[in-house]
């Protein structure tokens, strides 16, 4: 046998043995985004700002694209075809652009009459997922259109749910039940940047479902278990197997989907129960992260099942 035929039946024997329908197209990497220098930014009345968008498309690269830009209140900010924002009188309003109907950025723009005024309100914190009971600290920053620090302001915070997340007058907020909420606070009329607080659960769990008439049985258990998030398959778990069998955490079950966008856990081989420490992998991961447990032939970006993690 010839040598060119050896290498077209091992081709054939590898595929044979590995998943149906490879697809090495060239799939999208993230959501398509608009970036701006910054989402909140402070005028004096007349003064104005040219705005310079960046437009991201789906594979992380820089496009030039034309932008339309539309203000909330025209009474407070005016701004042209072109991005250029004038203050027009006191108050907060709200600069959007857009592309194409389909992508869109807002900027917060703060107008003031002197140049002392509190212009910019800008809130932090080291930790935005919460458990319930739990506590973190939110820090602000009260500016003059200077860059200058103020005091002595008087704060009012605010949560957008209480019933998930509530916040005292102090800045502190605590974890009450699962769900996201936005916490902002507002000083002298002015509002700061939304944080976006999620108060998580320390046990999601699913049950497998099969998917393209392959095989997919047992449960999946994610727990957080002293700082630290771990990924468990049931005593009962059972796959189809081909070569590069993979676990997967993703927010769908679409093959090039999972590919594009989804974690890969780790290669698996047998069936039985498994034990993943995420957080060793992935420490920035959280419990709420992720839709789906998905075990996912990688070769071929074909699902074989799929747990749906449910509190």
Not at 194 to 203: A, D
Request: hydrophobic fraction near 40%.
């Amino acid at each position: 046998m010839s040598i060119s035929k050896l290498k077209i039946l091992s081709t054939l024997v590898f595929l044979a043995y590995s998943c149906i329908g490879i697809d090495y197209q060239d799939d999208a990497m993230v959501e398509p985004k608009i970036e701006l220098e910054a989402e909140q930014v402070g005028l004096k009345i007349g003064e104005r700002l040219q705005l310079t968008p960046r437009y991201i498309d789906e594979f992380g690269r820089e496009q030039a694209v034309n932008f339309t830009f539309s203000s909330s209140n025209p009474a407070l900010i005016e701004v042209n075809t072109e991005g250029l924002v004038t203050g027009k009188s006191n108050g907060t309003a709200f600069v959007k652009v857009s592309y194409a109907d389909k992508v869109m950025k807002s900027v917060q723009v703060n107008v003031v009459s002197e140049p002392g005024e509190v212009a910019l309100v800008k809130i932090s914190t080291t930790s935005r997922a919460l458990f319930p009971g739990q506590k973190t600290q939110i820090d602000i920053s009260i500016q003059n259109l200077a860059g200058e620090e103020l005091t002595g302001k008087s704060i009012e915070w605010f949560s957008e749910n209480e019933i998930i997340a509530s916040i005292d007058q102090k800045g502190l907020v605590t974890g009450v039940k699962f769900g996201k909420t936005d916490i902002h606070a507002k000083v002298s009329g002015v509002k700061s940047n939304p944080i976006t607080i999620s108060v998580n659960v320390e046990q999601l769990s699913g049950t497998f479902v099969p998917a393209g008439g392959y095989r997919a049985k047992g449960m999946a258990f994610l727990n957080q278990e002293n700082g630290k998030l771990i990924l468990r398959l049931s005593q009962d778990f059972e796959t189809s197997f081909a070569l590069g069998t993979f676990v997967y955490l993703a927010n769908s079950t679409n093959g090039s989907e999972i590919r594009a966008s989804g974690l890969e856990i780790a290669e698996i081989r047998t069936n039985g129960p498994h034990t993943f420490d995420i957080s060793a992998k992935f420490p920035n991961v959280q419990i709420t992260d992720y839709k789906y447990v998905i075990i996912f032939c990688k070769p071929a970006a074909v699902t074989f099942g799929f747990a749906e993690m449910k509190n």
